[in-house]
């Protein structure tokens, strides 16, 4: 089974930006719905950007115009781009192949100080 592993968390200041990267260990993001789904302490998963191969990206309000989710399917790297991070964005964030079987990563924790 594909496995996937996140990278880019850390310590950013509000309003700052960030790059998180998913690498899978096999050819999957071209072939399947591919997202990142974040965690707030205290609250649900909350999906925040995916990427369809036949419909495109789409992304949740809170973070629409903010995020950026692409793919590098040479390299087999999901990213997504966050900028005007707000303190609210703080979560730990998961790559995530939806669907069955539904992969997930480890996970990386973004904190936003506020």
């Known amino acids: 089974q594909v496995q996937l592993a996140e990278s880019g968390g850390g310590l950013v200041q509000t309003g700052g930006s960030l790059r998180l990267s998913c690498v899978a260990s096999?050819?999957?993001?071209?072939?399947?719905?591919m997202g990142w789904v974040r965690q707030a302490p205290g609250k649900q998963r909350e999906r925040v950007a995916w990427?369809?191969?036949?419909?495109?990206?789409d992304y949740a309000g809170s973070v629409k115009g903010r995020f950026t989710i692409s793919i590098d399917n040479i390299k087999n790297i999901l990213y997504l781009g966050m900028n005007s991070l707000k303190h609210e964005d703080t979560a730990v964030y998961y790559c995530?192949?939806?669907?069955?079987?539904?992969?997930w990563g480890q996970g990386t924790q973004v904190t936003v100080s506020s």
């Open positions: 990427c369809d191969p036949s419909a495109g990206a």
């Open positions: 995530n192949k939806f669907g069955v079987p539904d992969i």
């Open positions: 096999g050819d999957i993001f071209s072939r399947n719905v």
